[in-house]
T-cell receptor, first 113, second 114 residues
Framework: GESVGLHLPTLSVQEGDNSIINCAYS??????FIWYKQESGKGPQFIID?????DKRQGQRVTVLLNKTVKHLSLQIAATQPGDSAVYFC????????????FGSGTQLTVLP | DAGVIQSPRHEVTEMGQEVTLRCKPI?????LFWYRQTMMRGLELLIY????????DSGMPEDRFSAKMPNASFSTLKIQPSEPRDSAVYFC????????????FGSGTRLTVV
């Protein structure tokens, strides 16, 4: 049947556990990737980025892994907190000088007490 | 830094009316983007500007949509006439041309066309 809307993948984790959010990107020519977090009623917020010449980058409590062979990106959140509950989007730069980004459909992360 | 500022936060209008959404990018950012977010289609790029010049408007759905950037600190997205299917959250984002980092998004305008 016809989809009536995006069926966001969902991930529920216990507070304090680690979270892994996955993303498959489409274009093998993409050279720059970003993870965004969007809380209810707010705009997407930059979390971390990675260039295609890297396979791992770490931030504060977050790590992004890039596997170009299978065109897969993941975001790992250590010691997940209630404030991490949000929709997480990966975005890829398809090309262009203005870093035009194409966004994935998002994953809803829910942190359980 | 106040971030990207959008107005209004919410807009409810009747079908057929003109709607104007406004955006003030971060000072010094030279790229500005308008996105639309719906449950059906997620985040879609409508148009982006570089140094106030429209670069790619291929995402603008129809001639009813138009966007302008008269100067580096202001942009508008206009829908005339509006239709119920235009109901969505419209985001403006800006980016500096130098250095790494993604866009900074505004808080969005939630548009409801009845």
């Amino acid at each position: 049947g016809e989809s009536v809307g995006l069926h966001l993948p969902t991930l529920s984790v216990q507070e304090g556990d680690n979270s892994i959010i996955n993303c498959a990107y489409s274009n093998s020519a993409s050279d720059y990737f970003i993870w965004y977090k969007q809380e209810s009623g707010k705009g997407p917020q930059f979390i971390i980025d990675i260039r295609s010449n890297m396979d791992k980058r770490q931030g504060q409590r977050v790590t992004v892994l890039l596997n170009k062979t299978v065109k897969h990106l993941s975001l790992q959140i250590a010691a997940t907190q209630p404030g991490d509950s949000a929709v997480y989007f990966c975005a890829e730069n398809i090309g262009g000088s203005a870093r035009q980004l194409t966004f994935g459909s998002g994953t809803q992360l829910t942190v359980l007490p | 830094d106040a971030g990207v500022i959008q107005s209004p936060r919410h807009e409810v209008t009747e079908m057929g009316q003109e709607v104007t959404l406004r955006c003030k990018p971060i000072s010094g950012h030279n790229s500005l983007f308008w996105y639309r977010q719906t449950m059906m289609r997620g985040l879609e790029l409508l148009i982006y500007f570089n140094n106030n010049v429209p670069i790619d408007d291929s995402g603008m759905p129809e001639d009813r949509f138009s966007a302008k950037m008269p100067n580096a600190s202001f942009s508008t997205l206009k829908i005339q006439p509006s239709e119920p299917r235009d109901s969505a959250v419209y985001f403006c984002a800006s980016r500096s041309g130098t250095g790494r980092g993604g866009y900074t998004f505004g808080s969005g305008t939630r548009l409801t066309v009845v």
